[in-house]
């Protein structure tokens, strides 16, 4: 049975990378997993760790990050290549969860590996989290970031975070009581041509320890394993390790929109 669910979600997927700017439903998505809509929706959050709504949304986001550092495009029409019929909502959404504005992430051109902001303050009581990373397959990476979640999906704002630059070991200081998402990635494997682009932006390793309950003053243990990132894994959509691909500049990317693209864009403008 777990072959085939995972099946079923795996289908439901690659339905979502083929039509990302379109608009369709739950009951599409199920239909092509050959599900009920019910069943559906809870196999596809047993397996992936969201829901079927919110993993397209982070697909979407994660190929307007991509059209943004590519092309010349400008927003409003990236928003509506990637399924949304309002720049705001797109802009609103995009920002919440890249932690930058659409505008403000086209302009950073460098590796940025670092989030874009400190560890937050907080006045609520608060404990630690503190574990083992493991890799799948074994490896020793640069830098490893691990971060507290309040979803099973990087984006936003994380509660406490750490970057591990060696060892296998990570301390969450500050975090809030409450059960979060221990959630953790490597930086992208290394890209060696333009060709490569499509998959560029994308954790090389991610792993993920949950829910995990904290409470003041106390100690959670949560140790980690990381493997390779698959079809079923959400993009990592909070901005820890972006750049561009080796030997890429703007200007190869400088196209005018296709002549689908440009229908898309008319039919959704004047609905």
């Known amino acids: 049975m777990a072959s085939t669910t995972k099946l079923a979600a795996e289908r439901a ?4 990378h083929e039509n990302l700017g379109d608009y369709f439903t739950i009951d599409d998505m199920a239909n092509s997993a050959m599900f009920s809509k019910f069943h559906f929706t809870r196999i596809f959050q047993e397996v992936t760790g969201v829901s079927p709504g ?15 550092v590519s092309t010349r495009w400008n ?13 705001g909502t797109f802009s ?3 920002s919440k969860s890249v932690g930058l504005s659409p505008s403000h992430y086209r302009r950073h051109n460098n590796v940025i590996p670092h989030v874009l902001f400190d560890n937050p303050s907080s006045d609520r009581a608060a404990g630690t989290i503190t574990g083992r990373l493991r ?22 704002r994380p509660v406490s975070f750490t970057f591990v630059e060696s060892g296998d070991s990570y301390v969450l200081p500050n975090v809030p009581e409450g059960e979060w998402y221990v959630m953790a990635c490597t930086g992208p494997q290394s890209r060696r041509s333009v060709e490569a682009y499509a998959e560029w932006g994308q954790a090389g390793a991610v792993g993920t320890h949950g829910l ?8 959670a243990e949560a140790d980690i ?9 959400p993009p990592v959509l909070l901005m820890l390790f972006d750049e561009h691909p080796p030997g890429a ?10 002549p689908a693209a440009y229908r898309t864009t008319a039919r959704l403008r004047s609905a």
């Open 249 to 258: 500049t703007p200007e190869r990317f400088n196209r005018p929109l296709s």
């Open 75 to 87: 927003v409003a029409d990236i928003s509506v290549l990637v399924g949304y019929s309002s720049v």
């Open 135 to 156: 890799y799948d397959p074994p490896a020793s990476p640069s830098h490893t970031f691990v971060g507290a979640f309040p979803k099973r999906i990087l984006e936003g």
């Open 225 to 233: 394993w990381l493997r390779p990132r698959c079809l079923l894994d």
């Open 54 to 68: 919110r993993f397209l949304s982070a697909l979407r986001l994660q190929k307007a990050k991509q059209l943004l």
């Open 92 to 94: 609103t959404r995009f």
């Open 13 to 16: 997927i690659r339905m979502m």
């Open 212 to 219: 995990v309950s904290v409470q003041s003053g106390a100690v």
